[in-house]
């Protein structure tokens, strides 16, 4: 494929409120498997992007968290990280609500568009539950409040138009290598983020009872069918026996006040209802291992 003068790759960002619709939209366009990322959550130079890859070029998708007014450090951490890639993407995909109410999410979102360069397609979601005519007032509704260089419909959920965004897409792409093997593919970021939501209420919870010998892996994140509910069953690795013991707490207290602190955030992250299971699981010494360290998802250099 690279050999293939016309072959084009770059890179494109999805921005937007939580629960617009992202993750969907960014399934429907890979159209394959997900893998799981191993490098640092929330560090955006150095993460492995979802790579979508056919005979016209290779698209590596900045999945962002949703852009909104952080309510704390590790908020305001992933919105600085998802607005600095704004400078670094060939693309960025706006993805909206099909209505004409433009919330301070969204006015937000256009206040930080103005400072960039970056040409922006407004990717209205959801037409499945819209008439054709309401799609031209949500148009008319959005279409002043940024110099758009396209406005495209879709559904995420249908895969409706998914064909008419990748060619799009592709139309605002350089000219360029291949920068992945054409069968990689990764996880959807919203499953680091949830890790590090569950790690940040540990350590808050346990003080200095437990140095920061512990990682947080995501076993299992699936939403099910009628979208109502997301199951996350997650494992809390500590160092030593006794760590296990003050993570679990009496009679399970500790365990069970970390995970309902970090499913209040991440059902505010997600935009909906979750079902979430911690466990407790000791790997002796897991920071001195290059192997677990990048199997949890940190870089080796991490303190």
């Given amino acids: 494929m690279e050999s293939n003068p016309n072959y084009k790759s770059g890179f494109v960002t999805l921005i937007g409120r939580p629960n617009v619709g992202k993750s969907t939209l960014m399934n429907q366009l890979i159209g394959q498997k997900i893998a799981i990322t191993s490098d640092k959550p929330q560090t955006t130079r150095n993460r492995i992007q979802t790579v979508y890859t056919d005979e016209r070029g290779q698209i590596i998708f900045l999945d962002t968290p949703g852009i909104h007014k952080a309510k704390n450090r590790l908020g305001e951490y992933m919105v600085n990280t998802a607005e600095r890639t704004f400078g670094e993407v060939d693309l960025i995909l706006w993805l909206v609500e099909p209505t004409t109410f433009m919330g301070a999410g969204e006015r937000h979102i256009a206040e930080v568009l103005e400072k960039v360069k970056t040409p922006v397609v407004l990717v209205i979601n959801k037409i499945d539950t819209v008439k054709k005519e309401e799609l031209l007032k949500v148009i008319e509704c959005y279409k002043d409040c940024h110099d758009f260089a396209e406005i495209i419909s879709v559904s995420a959920l249908k895969g409706d138009n998914k064909d008419e965004l990748t060619s799009l897409i592709y139309r ?4 360029g290598p291949m920068y992945y093997d054409e069968d990689t593919v990764t996880d959807q ?7 590090e939501l569950i790690r940040e209420k540990s350590l808050k919870l346990l003080s200095d009872e437990i140095p920061h010998g512990i990682a947080v892996v995501i076993d ?4 099910r069918p009628n979208g109502n509910l997301i199951d996350i069953d997650a494992t ?5 026996d006794s760590h296990k013991g003050i993570i679990i707490g009496k009679q399970g207290a500790m365990l069970k006040k970390i995970g309902m602190q970090a499913r209040v955030e991440i059902e505010d992250l997600l935009g909906v209802k979750t079902n979430l299971k911690l466990w407790v699981k000791v790997k002796k010494d897991w920071r001195d ?3 677990l360290i990048k199997n949890f998802g940190y870089r080796e250099d991490e303190n």
């Avoid at 299992?220 to 939403?223: A, C, I, L, P």
């Avoid at 809390?236 to 030593?240: A, F, K, S, T, V």
């Fill in 172 to 175: 605002y792409l350089p000219y």
């Fill in 189 to 195: 970021p919203e499953r680091q983020i949830v890790a």
């Fill in 220 to 223: 299992r994140m699936k939403e």
């Fill in 236 to 240: 809390i690795i500590c160092e030593r």
């Fill in 289 to 291: 291992s290059d192997f």
